[in-house]
């Protein structure tokens, strides 16, 4: 979501919002159309290191690329059914008829490489922590986010993970959703000065 990157907003708005419960959050949080103060508040940016919940991330960061977040968003909890909780083996025993069973669901995104993907990135896992692998490329500094000309969309951390993550195997990992991922789960900062969370 360009919003939560700080992508093409005007400079006009404020990147940060107090609410009426007194709590100063990123913009996006509330001012986007819809209340996300829960995800903001406990979800997005939250340091994670549960695989199978990095798993999770991975998938509906590379679910959204090309889509819009929200749909995404959406979706999550019949994708959440479709991949079995997102528990890593689990999704890696899935067939060729699931595959095709899943390309028949209406309730999640229909897209036969991201959901091969999945599969394909769940065997990966039998033998490689995405953890390990992700949290190495951590920042040694804090980025700080100030306005919206420091949001961005990559940054040097993300081009590393992605190559890593490719390196070992794993599909649909482009800079850009390297560092949407990193970002979600708490990798690296992705909110603003001033936010309560940042």
């Known amino acids: 979501m360009k919003a939560m990157a700080g992508v093409g907003m005007s400079s006009a708005l404020p990147t940060v919002v107090t609410g009426a419960d007194g ?5 996006w949080a509330t001012e986007t159309g ?3 103060r829960t995800y903001h508040d406990h979800e997005w940016g939250v340091p ?38 997102f528990v890593p083996a689990a999704v890696a025993a899935m067939t060729v008829d699931d595959i095709e069973r899943l390309m028949s669901d209406t309730n999640i995104i229909r897209n036969r490489r991201k959901i091969e993907a999945t599969v394909h990135n769940a065997r ?22 100030r306005s919206w000309d420091d949001g961005r969309m990559t940054s040097p951390e993300s081009m590393r993970l992605s190559v890593a993550l490719r390196e070992a195997g794993f599909q649909m990992i482009g ?12 990798i690296e900062n992705g909110h603003f000065e001033g936010c309560f969370r940042a």
């Open 34 to 36: 819809r209340d996300l």
């Open 23 to 27: 709590i100063t959050r990123c913009r």
């Open 48 to 85: 994670t290191h549960d695989d199978p919940a990095l798993f999770e991330i991975l998938a509906l960061t590379y679910f959204e690329n090309g889509l819009s977040w929200a749909a995404v968003f959406d979706k999550r909890d019949h994708l959440r059914s479709a991949f079995r909780g």
């Open 175 to 186: 800079p850009v959703v390297a560092h949407s991922f990193m970002q979600t789960a708490g």
């Open 124 to 145: 990966l896992l039998s033998t490689s922590s995405l953890s390990q692998l992700s949290w190495q490329h951590e920042p040694r500094q804090r980025f700080r986010i």
